[in-house]
């Protein structure tokens, strides 16, 4: 699944997951974009100790002008783009809380985040893609949409929006040559759930439910990611992949 050659963005990639997904496509011989409102200079200085190459633009993908400015800096310093994760979100620090003390500000932004992020990226970068002849877009949801988690009503329902637009824009791009699927961890040991007051406990709970018994860390993901970055995917679109030690079965 060797990725040499090809220009990868992701988005959120500043530390957590998204910085496993960028550190693991330099690895396999992608030049990386690191697109996040946070600084990505220590992914980028992680890439590039271990040889490969990277570039850090400030982002904030809910903004249709910074989403397109991110993809334009991305082609004129690669000199095109091949994948795009969209993994940035608001995920860290979201608030546990009963549906009914969900602000309607908290619920727009939620959305603009999660969802028109990931819509603005995927609209920014087909242009692109369609240069190249082909394109990967992988969508980062969530196997919590499967379960239906409470008390994280907004979160819940942006990551099955993912899953939904995934489908669909699947159907719009394949002419193209553009795959467009989505992964969808379980509960995952990034740093913002170590930190999380009740999600780093209910880790403990989720381990049960599970066919192979322990956490789910970063890395679990980083070899679903590749595949679908990969040629070893070009007949794989519109697909929904848990990658959740077998929680749920989809
Ligand atoms: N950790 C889990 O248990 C888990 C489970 C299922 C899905 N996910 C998903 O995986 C992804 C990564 O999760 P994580 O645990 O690393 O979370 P995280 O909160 O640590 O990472 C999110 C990243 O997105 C960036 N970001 C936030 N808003 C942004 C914006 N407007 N523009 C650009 N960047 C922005 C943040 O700065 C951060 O670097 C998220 O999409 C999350 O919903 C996580």
Same mark, same amino acid.
């Given at each position: ?125 087909? #242009? ?21 988690? #409470? ?31 989505? &992964?969808? #961890?379980? &509960? ?63």
């Amino acid at each position: 699944m060797s990725l040499q050659g090809k220009v990868a963005i992701v988005t959120g990639a500043a530390g957590g997951i998204g910085q496993a997904y960028a550190k693991a496509l330099a690895a396999a011989g992608a030049s990386v974009v690191v697109a996040d409102i946070k600084d990505g200079g220590a992914t980028v200085a992680a890439i590039t100790a271990a040889g490969g190459l990277a570039l850090a633009l400030a982002c904030d993908v809910s903004d249709e002008t910074s989403s397109q400015a991110m993809v334009r800096q991305a082609v004129d310093h690669f000199g095109g783009v091949d994948v795009l994760v969209n993994n940035a979100a608001m995920f860290a620090g979201v608030a546990v809380k009963p549906f009914d003390l969900i602000s309607v500000e908290e619920w727009d932004h939620m959305m603009a985040v999660n969802v028109r992020g990931t819509f603005l990226c995927c609209r920014a970068v087909v #242009p692109a893609m369609r240069e190249r002849g082909k394109g990967k877009i992988i969508n980062v949801s969530s196997s919590t949409i499967l379960y239906g988690t #409470p008390l994280l009503l907004h979160y819940v329902t942006s990551k099955g929006a993912v899953m939904a637009l995934t489908r669909a824009l699947a159907r719009e791009v394949g002419r193209w040559n553009i795959c467009v699927n989505s &992964i969808a #961890p379980g &509960i995952t040991l990034s740093d913002a759930v170590k930190e999380h007051p009740r999600m780093a406990k209910w880790d403990a709970a989720v381990v049960q439910s599970r066919c192979i018994r322990r956490s789910e860390f970063p890395e679990d993901l980083t070899g679903t990611i590749l595949y679908l970055a990969s040629d070893a995917s070009d007949f794989v679109t519109g697909q929904f992949i848990t990658v959740d030690g077998g929680t749920s079965m989809h």
